[in-house]
C-alpha cells in the first residue's frame, strides 16, 4: 500500500514536471526576443528540476544518491539567476539596435555597459600608440 | 512495482530527448547569440534530469556525481561565453573609436 502512494505521488510529480519543462521549450519557441526568452528559459532551470528530481528522490528513497540530486537543486536554484542575470547584461552589451528589440528605461546605464574598460594593461599602451601616431601625422602635415 | 516505475521514467525520459532535440533547433537557429546561450543552458539542465533519471534505473549511484559536476560545468559555460561575448564587443567598440578619432584628425 505504501509502495503505491509513493508510486502515485511520483508519477504525479514526475507529470507536473514533465509539463513545466514542455512549457518552458514551448516558451523559448514562441516569445521573439532573446531577453524574453530568459524568461521562458527560467522555469526549466527552477520549477522543472524541481519536480522532476524530487520525484526521482521520492523514488529511490533516503540514500546518499538522493542527497546528492537534493544538492543539484540547490545548485541550480543558486546559479540560475545569476546565469539570466548574465545572459540578458550580453544581450543588452553587444545589441547595438536594442531600441528597436525592447524599451530601454536608462539609457545612461546600458551606455556605460558598452564603453566600461576591461582589463589594465592592454588598454593602458594602446592609447599612447594612438597619441604618438596623431603627433607623427600632424608634424608630417606641418612639413608638407 | 518496478515495472511501473520503468515506464514512467523511461517514458519521461523519452520526452526528455524529444525536448532536447527542441533546444538543439533553437540553438542551431536562434538569431543572436544571446539565443543560443540560453538553449545551451537549458539543454545542460535537461541532460541533469536525464542523468539522475538514468542513476534510479539503473541503480547506479554515483552517476548523481556526474550529475553534479554537469551542473557546475553548464553555469561555467554560461559565464564564460558571456564574459567573452561582452569582452570582445568593447574591444571592437574601442578600437572602431580610435579610428574614428584619428579620421576626424586627419580632416582638420
Not at chain 1, 61 to 82: C, H
Not at chain 2, 41 to 56: D, E, R, Y
Amino acid at each position: 500500500m505504501l509502495d503505491v502512494i509513493r508510486f502515485i505521488l511520483s508519477a504525479a510529480l514526475t507529470a507536473t514536471g514533465l509539463f513545466c519543462l514542455l512549457s518552458g521549450v514551448v516558451g523559448v519557441y514562441r516569445f521573439r526576443y532573446a531577453l524574453n526568452r530568459v524568461h521562458a528559459a527560467a522555469l526549466i532551470d527552477t520549477v522543472g528540476i524541481l519536480l522532476m528530481l524530487l520525484g526521482v528522490i521520492i523514488a529511490t528513497g533516503f540514500t546518499v544518491a538522493s542527497g546528492k540530486m537534493l544538492v543539484v537543486i540547490a545548485f541550480l536554484w543558486l546559479t540560475s539567476p545569476v546565469s539570466g542575470h548574465l545572459i540578458g547584461r550580453m544581450e543588452v552589451t553587444i545589441n547595438d539596435e536594442l531600441e528597436k528589440d525592447a524599451e530601454v528605461m536608462n539609457r545612461a546605464y546600458v551606455q556605460h555597459e558598452k564603453t566600461v574598460e576591461t582589463s589594465g594593461s592592454a588598454d593602458a599602451a594602446e592609447p599612447a600608440e594612438a597619441e604618438e601616431n596623431m603627433e607623427k601625422e600632424e608634424k608630417e602635415e606641418a612639413h608638407e | 512495482m518496478t515495472e511501473a516505475y520503468s515506464v514512467l521514467y523511461i517514458s519521461a525520459l523519452v520526452i526528455i530527448g524529444a525536448l532536447l532535440l527542441a533546444c538543439l533547433v533553437r540553438a542551431i537557429r536562434g538569431p543572436r547569440i544571446a539565443d543560443r546561450v540560453i538553449a545551451v543552458n537549458m539543454m545542460g539542465t535537461l541532460v541533469v534530469i536525464a542523468i539522475c533519471i538514468l542513476s534510479f534505473l539503473m541503480g547506479e549511484g554515483w552517476l548523481t556525481d556526474i550529475a553534479m559536476i554537469y551542473t557546475m560545468l553548464s553555469f561555467l559555460a554560461v559565464v564564460l561565453l558571456t564574459k567573452v561575448y561582452m569582452g570582445i564587443y568593447r574591444e571592437k567598440r574601442r578600437q572602431r573609436e580610435l579610428a574614428q578619432e584619428k579620421e576626424g584628425n586627419g580632416h582638420a
